[in-house]
Every structure is written in C-alpha cells, then in structure tokens.
C-alpha cells in the first residue's frame, strides 16, 4: 500500500488562504504552520507523519498522492476549511 507523509496548514478564514499562501515555500513550511494553522498539528509544524489512502478527507487525500514531492500545493478546500500541503514523502 502506498502511503505519503506529509505536513498541512489549516485555514478557516477565507479571506486569510491568498496572504498565507503568496508567503509559502518548502523552506518556511514548517514555521508558517506553527504560526497559522488551526489544526493541532501545528505544534508539529504541520506534520502528520504517514498515512494511506482512505485515512484523510477525499479532497485532502487526491492532493496528497497526486502532489510533487516537496512542493507547496493548495489551497485545497475541504470541510475543514482550504488546506496547504507539502508531501515530505511517498513509499
């Protein structure tokens, strides 16, 4: 079974997705999730280790095994709100 590990920003505020996402990069990831995330995850920095397909929102998923590695992608909207992510990895 493919997985990927990857790190995510969560943001509820529409008007917030296009400010956060014109300061992102593969290098500040981490520190912007810290920062601006609504999930939990972003005492971690985003980071949501490994996981398989089926374990995430439909949406967030697609984008996770379909994301070039290391390379911001997002918004992604889901019921949660638009995601960003960066896949760290995929095995």
Do not use: D, Y
């Not at 296009?18 to 593969?26: D, K, W, Y």
């Not at 995330?37 to 379909?66: D, I, V, W, Y």
């Amino acid at each position: 079974m493919t997985t990927v590990a990857a790190q995510h920003i969560l943001i509820k505020e529409e008007n917030k997705v296009s400010e956060i996402g014109s300061q992102l990069t593969p290098t500040n990831f981490t520190q912007m999730a810290e920062l601006h995330s609504t999930c939990n995850s972003a005492k971690r920095g985003g980071h949501l280790g490994f996981f398989g397909r089926g374990a995430m929102l439909p949406e967030f998923e697609q984008a996770c095994f379909s994301a070039p590695i290391n390379e911001v992608v997002g918004p992604v909207k889901t019921q949660c709100g638009w995601h960003f992510i960066l896949v760290n990895t995929r095995n």
